[in-house]
């Protein structure tokens, strides 16, 4: 026979789990508690608006943290409804019952926008990870009396009568040694301003001892006054620590430019100012409010690193959460407040919330939508904000389908004549020279002589400098069959040559260096090239080249895949008077030799350095050479 049975959870065992593993977190403790507390204020302003309670004295509505370093307490207070000593029982001894439910659940009707915040993981419990004992005095609007409520973390609590003398909730919590940080000031109000900088009501936090001190001081300084003199400074009154309706809680239509930096300055510290920004404001299918900043880049090779602070609700929740934001969203710096999310569930659960994906559909729609408004109407900042978006915009498209789908014909390329092309544009514009072919470029300085080149003879080529560009280049190429990619090194475009050259000589001078260089894979061309100035130069494979940085991305250098070295070819232009000689003139073999070493080692160093040996034959063959002026 089958039998069954109940489960039966007992709070001994699950006491010390909540302490321990409840949030990896510690400080979310303030979170809960103060959230608590603006919960209250506000159901206690509701209840007023309802007529069901009345605010005779027209009191300011706020929650205070104050800390006692001596006596090891923080105590959060709040005016709000208080508690009776049936809905301490209720609400407090009975884990996970929450009292923000019940309120909603009996004034739904009634509620406008439901702001209260409730709900947020296991709640006031929470401060059993960072208190030894707990105290909570409280007096409810409904009776005026006071109650306390203790426990020290134990499975038992004591209800006596209580000496707070006015409507609200003190909690004081009696830190345990583990958690003393939370005794230091400016730990405590950076925690606390973490979670609650946009919290609705305001939020003071106040260190006792210090107050008292300066208070005993200013006391001091005004009985030692003397007539004549400067009258002693009164302390400043402490002010909130949050901003009770953040700039992006407001409509758009109500905020300034000035405003959103300001705002953005304030949030992330960052004294740059932002390029541009969306705010997102929508009700319908789901609520989201936020503002997305597109921060300015140092320079173009540093790695961007955003910031997205979301929010429930005004409540700090957590950053840069992959599972909501689009990945390559995280590279901007904003805030987004989303009061439906179900923020006290798993991260894995979030992964496959279908609400989850929703949102971040929006949110990267939002952002393409943005940022196509922005090139039609505004092309000239779109072109100036290029450099610091491209980043963003390439990684977006790398990332996510809809995202390119939308973005790929407001890509722009950047030319060599400092101009911002499309890519349709840019292969019309060298359609004559080059067709389907985008010269490129990744490094000025590693490619000035090659840049030079192209510039000398009215070529074009555009600059694909930052790390994400590899892989862009990779999805161009996929996206517009027939259209390739070359790096400025890698090939000599037809229209940098003049008539064929005779392939005759071309074996002979080939022949002769890789006999002098004792290279016999060196491979040789002869050009006509247009330029004067360039005896010699090398290009390097773009497949051969490819292959590598894509060996060297996956970290597999060095594994023996019977993999090519880079194809390399030694260019040798026969307008240059030092080839016209080589091939023409009759030299000694030594003086032959001496110009084989060093038209190769300077086409070398126009791309990349010499290693120490070949560096140490360069030099002393250049001294050589210089010796010869002087005989
Ligand atoms: P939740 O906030 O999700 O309801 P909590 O565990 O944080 O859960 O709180 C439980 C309940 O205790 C609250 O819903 C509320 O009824 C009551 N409570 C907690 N703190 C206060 C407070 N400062 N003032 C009035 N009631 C409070
Ligand atoms: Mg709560």
Redesign the pocket.
Known sequence: MARQGTLSIHSENIFPIIKKWLYSDHDIFTR??I???C???L?FKKLCDLGEATDTVNEDFK?TVTLNKSKKTLV?S?N????TEE??E???TQ?????????LEKYKDKMSDDQ???????????VFMVAKEVE?D?V?YQTGKAVKWTCDGGTTYEISEGQRPSR??S?TLFINEDSETFLDYYTLKDVIEKYCSFMPVPIYVIDEEAEAKKAEEYKKALEEHKEGEDAPIAPAAPAPINDVQPLYTKQPAECTDEDYKNFYRSTFHDFNEPLFWIHLNMDYPFRLKGILYFPKLANQYETVEGRIKLYNNQVFVAENIKEVIPEFLLLLKGIIDCPDLPLNVSRSFLQNDGYVTKISDYITKKVADKLISLSKKEPDNYQKFWDDISPFIKYGCLKETKFNEKMKDYILLKTTEDTYLTLKDYLEKVAETSKDKVFYITDQDQQSQYIKLFKDNGLLAVYLEHPIDSPFISLLERENSGVKFTRIDSDISSALKGEATDKSEEENLGKLFKETLSNDKLKVSIENLKSEGIASMLLISEESRRMQEMMKMYNMQGMNLGMPDEEVTLVLNQNHPLIDALMHKDLTDDKKALLCHQLYDLAQLANHTLSPDAMHDFLDRSNKILGMMIQ
């Open positions: 809960e508690v959230s608590n507390g919960d209250a204020i159901k929650v959060f709040d709000g409804i208080g508690m809905e301490i209720k609400y407090i884990i996970a019952f929450s009292g923000a439910e019940e309120f209260i915040i409730g709900h947020f993981g296991l709640g006031f419990y929470s909570i409280t409810s609200g909730t909690i």
